[in-house]
């Protein structure tokens, strides 16, 4: 099950990086005070991050003043995020998968995000109309994660334990900018921006960084139209 591996995560997570008391803030990529911020998500009333984590980014925006949700499916994300930020108005962390919350869920939210979080862990061909069913007419999606590694592309495996263990998979899905566009034009996105974003410092790794809007209309575009 991904819970374990996602729990175990979590707590590899926080030992690395303890609670400092910093202000939170929305960071894209995985280089401190590096990139775009907060800016790339406009100016929403409503957010919803998949995949959240510890929650840092989903306090930022409650801070301003959206209405701010985060959804992960580590029960010790949502118990560290809750211990960390609860006392923010307007930030409200939900422990469940992504599929099943939006699935569930009967509203829509001006943005929605993913910082190195779910998107990435999802068939894109499932993640992408919960998605777009779920953001308000001309509402923006953002998403980060690492660029695919070179010639390795589509969905890709890992064992999420040891050897000698139970087997236990975890899977995530990885594409080129120019792909990830393709895929969200044929998903009834527009104004789509897809790049790598260069790391601070020559020859380190990049920032895949996808940002689109709902464009109105049908869900769906044929792969000609
Ligand atoms: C690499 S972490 C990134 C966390 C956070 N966004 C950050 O920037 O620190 C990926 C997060 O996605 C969550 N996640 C993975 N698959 C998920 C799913 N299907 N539904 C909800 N959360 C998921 C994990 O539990 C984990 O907290």
């Known amino acids: 099950m991904t819970t374990t591996y996602w729990n175990r995560y979590a707590l590899g997570a926080a030992n690395a990086a303890p609670d ?6 929305v960071r894209w990529t995985q280089y401190p005070s590096h990139g775009p911020g907060i800016e790339l998500l406009g100016d929403p009333r409503s957010s919803l991050e998949l995949g959240c984590g510890r929650g840092d980014a989903v306090a930022a925006l409650a801070a301003r003043g959206v209405d701010a949700t985060g959804v992960d499916l580590s029960g010790t994300q949502c118990e560290q995020a809750r211990r960390r930020w609860g006392h923010v108005a307007g930030a409200r962390f939900e422990h469940a ?11 829509t939210w001006d943005a929605i995000y993913s910082i190195w979080g779910a998107i990435w862990f999802l068939d ?7 998605v777009r069913k779920h953001l308000a007419p001309g509402g923006k999606l953002v998403f980060s994660h690492a660029p ?20 236990l998979w975890v899977y995530r899905w990885s594409y080129e900018p120019d792909v990830w566009a393709e895929l969200l034009r044929r998903n009834g996105f527009g104004n789509i921006h897809a790049r790598v974003e260069a790391a601070p410092e020559s020859g380190k790794l990049g920032t895949l960084i996808v940002e689109a809007e709902r464009r109105p209309g049908p869900a769906r575009v044929s792969p000609h139209g």
Not at 20 to 25: F, H, I, L
Not at 97 to 107: I, S
């Open 148 to 167: 695919p590694v070179p010639g390795a592309y589509g969905i890709q495996g890992m064992y999420g334990a040891a050897f000698t263990a139970d087997p």
């Open 20 to 25: 400092d008391e910093s202000a939170p803030s």
């Open 97 to 107: 998968d992504v599929l099943e919350f939006l699935g569930a869920a009967d509203r």
């Open 124 to 130: 894109p061909a499932l993640v992408l109309p919960l």
